[in-house]
């Protein structure tokens, strides 16, 4: 709807250099107009009903700075405005390229003079136009002559008292009088001469203030602390005000047309009667609300916009889709209302938590407003986590006792518990626990699938409670070392000296790495159409697999429903902990004949070999890939007395006897020891038994199903090409015996993961003997940087809060010094063998920073803990976006050729 509007144009003006008038602008570059003044001329264009203007160029602005508005305008401003009316006021307000760059604020009502002051009159009334003047010598005094603002709020303190009006109240046309006059006063005490009687004297001398605000040092340090450069210019916007006070239906305020937090239409807001620009946010008075039924729901009986206005409410809801097809997205109004007849101000950006953030891309998208490639954009991946997880919500108080590194997103509330077995207990009881662990370890895990959180005090991002509560979808902090656990006392005692014990109601914050006391609110996660969507489109347009971690039939059917596209690690391990094989598994590790070490393994072959048919049915033909065993040994051997006593009744062995057979296998360093394919090399037949299993269990799945498994065998911890030549050849040969076993033909594939610097730099021998490379960065970064991926937590956040790290290289891959080696190996991996498959399935498989590395570095897929695939598929799909658009990248990490050195 356009509105015919009185003119205001400096066109036939003498100028210099550049202005324009707003109506007839059309699309206009922010860096030269401003952002708000680009802004306005597009929202005049669309036929919003905007006050007619003009823009002063920064090129204009600076030319004014340099020789002063008074020369800039030659003397000509007066007649333009004189032209006018005298009831006509003008606004001046700052237009920055960039919003955040800051800006002078605006100053409104120029024009008011006791000479224009009876035609103001009588288009407003007495009143409305006496506050108008008020306004106008407060805006004028404080901006051009820098005068105090509180000199002048004390004059209306002290006329409200005169009369006795509290804060809601109205001061009459007397006392407005009376303020007008001691404002003149005020200014003229304090700046030794009168206010200015020409409007464009008034003009001018803001113009200037505006241009010299600008250049000043305070000014020029905020904007350039916001990415400005030295020498940023200053648009500025002339406008004819909309009057906000006077007769009839008068005010103004803001509305948002989209909820805040679920992106859903809803009309909020806050309007005033009788008042001009922000004032409805100022606190002045009680703000009255835009709609009847939010009025309602509030018991508020001050009318709302809807029933003072409703024709301009109307407007205001029909601009809204036109501007967010204008402008690409979801605006609300900074508006006024001048007897009942809307004028908008502004588009403000609409303000949106991260699931909103998803639906408006969406709708906008649909709406056409966007493309599906920008919508993709728009939504940072990590802040899918609110869809996927519960979220203390941010407006609660929270009373944090504690922090860490935030291991796993979420948060949940629950009850102390300080033992796995009683985590196990209270979630029998219907209730929830809270792990509270120094560290866990592999036998714990019964205990974390039974508790809502787990929270250490030691570990890093890679430790075990963060891998394995990351694929449990456990919120959890780990490495909260500010926390002492008084395990005797079963408590937990902070650093001032509260205390915490068991049973305490606690709640874990995992997306920020706090620990806070009780149970705040919290917003229950929501996997809505609008997310459903963006994922279908990420998924049409990523080039790069992704692939999750996945050890359990559980963890495989979340990973489904996640919509991966197979599993990129199965960390076989975890299978031995189930309590009904622990014990078999003991037998076998500290047998002492290879008969006896066979004899367990028997026992275990149909165990893993049932894992494995049902992982396989779950995935339905998509890839699997089965580590083999990767933990030192000792890992799995009892740690309680009780325990031992129990496997050497099993073993029919003496405790002393089982004790020295485990001491036996302890090490000094077992993660640097006996463990992944140096397992393999000297232990054979465990590794030959889990061949075994896979085998047949890809034989009896392609039997009954008609999407065939090829599975993928990985051997982790390889260093040297012989160790992958001694591994293969055995386990080709158990292929070929199950095969003939079984008269079947299996297809699969045998690859290793890339964990250690030496495969790294050896990977053009390893292609050699190999089908696929999986990158295991977490090993990769521990050997890198000679860091423990266990302690890391200790410092990892002093390391980080200090600049030392920019970020815990366990979280996010260490570009330079890691990922040299990663595009090192791929690249001599490739040169060996075009076809290499190239995966990473270290934590990093789910950081958006480390996917868009691994994207650019030509990988086949990433893989990650299920309950981070939406948010690797979406950060998949935007690196592919990146890299088919060049100019959106950030940073081209393909530029460096580290074998060219
Ligand atoms: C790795 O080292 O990156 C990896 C995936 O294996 P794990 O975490 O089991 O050592
Ligand atoms: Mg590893």
Redesign the pocket.
């Known amino acids: 709807m356009t509105r015919p509007a009185p003119g205001f144009s400096l066109e036939d003006m003498d100028m210099p250099v550049d202005h324009i008038r707003l109506h007839e602008a059309g699309e206009l570059d922010p860096a030269r107009w401003g952002a708000r003044g680009a802004r306005l001329a597009t929202l005049a264009r669309l036929g919003v009903p905007v006050p007619r203007g003009m823009l002063l160029s920064t090129a204009l602005v600076t030319r004014i700075t340099d020789i002063g508005a008074d020369r800039v305008f030659a003397g000509q401003i007066a007649g333009r405005i004189a032209a006018l009316g005298d009831d006509v006021l003008l606004s001046l307000r700052s237009s920055p390229p960039k919003p955040e760059w800051g800006g002078p604020e605006a100053l409104l009502n120029i024009g008011v003079t006791d000479a224009r002051l009876p035609a103001i009159t009588q288009r407003v009334g007495r009143k409305g136009a006496l506050e108008l003047y008020f306004r106008l010598i407060e805006g004028y005094g404080t901006m051009v002559e820098g005068l105090d603002p509180e000199d002048f709020e004390n004059l209306v303190a002290d006329q409200m008292k005169v009369w006795s009006v509290g804060s809601e109240g109205e001061l009459p046309a007397e006392a407005r009088a009376a303020l007008a006059d001691e404002a003149k006063a005020l200014y003229a005490d304090e700046t030794g001469h009168p206010f200015p009687q020409e409007p464009a004297d008034q003009l001018c001398a803001a113009v200037d203030a505006m241009a010299r605000n600008w250049n000043s040092v305070s000014a020029r340090l905020l904007r350039q602390s916001h990415g400005a450069e030295e020498d940023a210019g200053l648009a500025l916007i002339m406008q004819r005000m909309a009057l906000g006070v006077g007769q009839g239906a008068c005010g103004a305020g803001v509305v948002h047309m989209v909820d805040e937090r679920s992106g859903l239409p809803s009309v909020t807001g806050r309007w005033l009667p009788q008042a001009q620009g922000y004032d409805a946010l100022m606190g002045l008075r009680t703000p009255h609300l835009i709609t009847t039924d939010a009025r309602k729901a509030a018991r508020q009986t001050a009318p709302s916009l809807e029933e003072q206005a409703p024709e301009a409410l109307a407007e205001l809801r029909e601009h809204y889709t036109t501007v967010a097809n204008g402008l690409g997205d979801a605006h609300g109004f900074e508006f006024t209302v001048e007897e009942g007849q809307l004028w908008v101000l502004d588009a403000i950006l609409s303000p949106r938590s991260a699931r909103a953030t998803v639906r408006i891309a969406t709708d906008l998208a649909r709406s056409g407003a966007i493309s599906r490639e920008e919508a993709l954009l728009r939504v940072e991946p990590r802040t899918l986590i609110e869809h996927l997880h519960p979220q203390i919500d941010p407006a609660a108080p929270r009373d944090v006792f504690g922090a860490g590194l935030p291991a796993s997103p979420g948060a949940a509330t629950g009850r102390i518990v300080f033992t796995p077995e009683n985590a196990v207990q209270v979630q029998a009881q219907g209730d929830a626990a809270i792990l509270v662990r120094v560290e866990t370890s592999p036998e714990d895990i019964r205990g974390m699938h039974s508790a809502s959180a787990v929270l250490t005090v030691r570990g890093g991002m890679?430790s075990h409670a963060a891998?394995i509560a990351r694929g449990l979808g456990l919120p959890c902090v780990v490495g909260a070392s500010d926390l002492r656990l008084d395990l005797r006392a079963k408590a937990i005692v902070t650093q001032d000296g509260r205390t915490f014990t068991e049973g305490a109601l606690i709640t874990v914050d995992g997306t920020r790495g706090e620990v806070v006391a009780g149970a705040p609110a919290m917003i229950p996660p929501e996997l809505d159409g609008a997310f459903e969507t963006l994922m279908s489109w990420a998924d049409q347009v990523r080039t790069m697999g992704v692939r999750a971690?996945a050890d359990t039939p559980q963890d495989a059917r979340t990973a489904r429903s996640f919509a991966v596209d197979g599993i990129g690690?199965c960390?076989t391990?975890h299978m031995f902990f189930h309590e009904d094989r622990i014990t078999v598994m003991r037998k076998m590790i500290l047998a002492d004949t290879t008969e006896a070490r066979q004899a367990a393994l028997a026992q275990l072959l149909p165990m893993q070999r049932d894992d494995f048919v049902e992982l396989f049915g779950i995935m339905r033909g998509l890839p699997v890939t089965i580590?083999l065993l990767?933990?030192p040994l000792h890992e799995f051997l009892p740690h309680s007395r009780e325990e031992m006593m129990e496997l050497a009744e099993e073993m029919d062995l003496s405790v002393r006897e089982v004790t020295e057979r485990s001491n036996g296998l302890s090490e000094f360093n077992p993660m640097l020891g006996k463990r992944g394919v140096r397992l393999g090399v000297t232990m054979p037949e465990i590794y030959e038994m889990q061949a075994r299993a896979i085998f047949e269990a890809a034989a009896i799945v392609n039997t009954q199903n008609l999407e065939q498994v090829v599975p993928e065998i990985m051997i982790?911890?390889v260093s040297a090409n012989r160790e992958v030549e001694v591994v293969k050849a055995r386990v080709d040969d158990i292929a070929g015996q199950v095969m003939a076993e079984r008269e079947v033909s299996l297809t699969y594939r045998l690859g290793i993961?890339v964990?250690t610097p030496r495969a790294a730099l050896r990977a053009g021998d390893l292609a050699k003997s190999c089908a696929f490379f999986?990158?295991?960065?977490?090993?990769?970064?521990?050997m890198t940087y000679g860091l423990s991926?266990d302690d890391a937590g200790r410092f990892m956040r002093d390391y980080v809060n200090q600049g030392v790290f920019a970020e815990d290289p366990f979280h996010s891959l260490d570009i330079e010094g890691v990922g040299e080696l990663l595009l090192l190996a791929a690249r001599r991996g490739r040169r060996t063998q075009k076809e290499l498959m190239l995966g990473?399935?270290?934590?990093?498989g789910g950081d958006p920073g480390s996917i868009h590395f691994c994207k650019l570095a030509g990988f086949d897929y990433v893989s990650c803990s299920p309950f981070r695939a939406p948010i690797a598929r979406l950060a998949a799909a935007q690196a592919s976006l990146m890299t088919r658009h060049p100019a959106l990248r950030s940073q081209d990490t393909t530029s460096e050729d580290p074998d060219s050195t």
């Open positions: 890679t891998v971690n690690l960390r391990e580590r990767d933990p982790p911890l993961m964990e999986s990158f295991g960065t977490n090993d990769l970064t521990q991926r990473l399935c270290g934590e990093h």
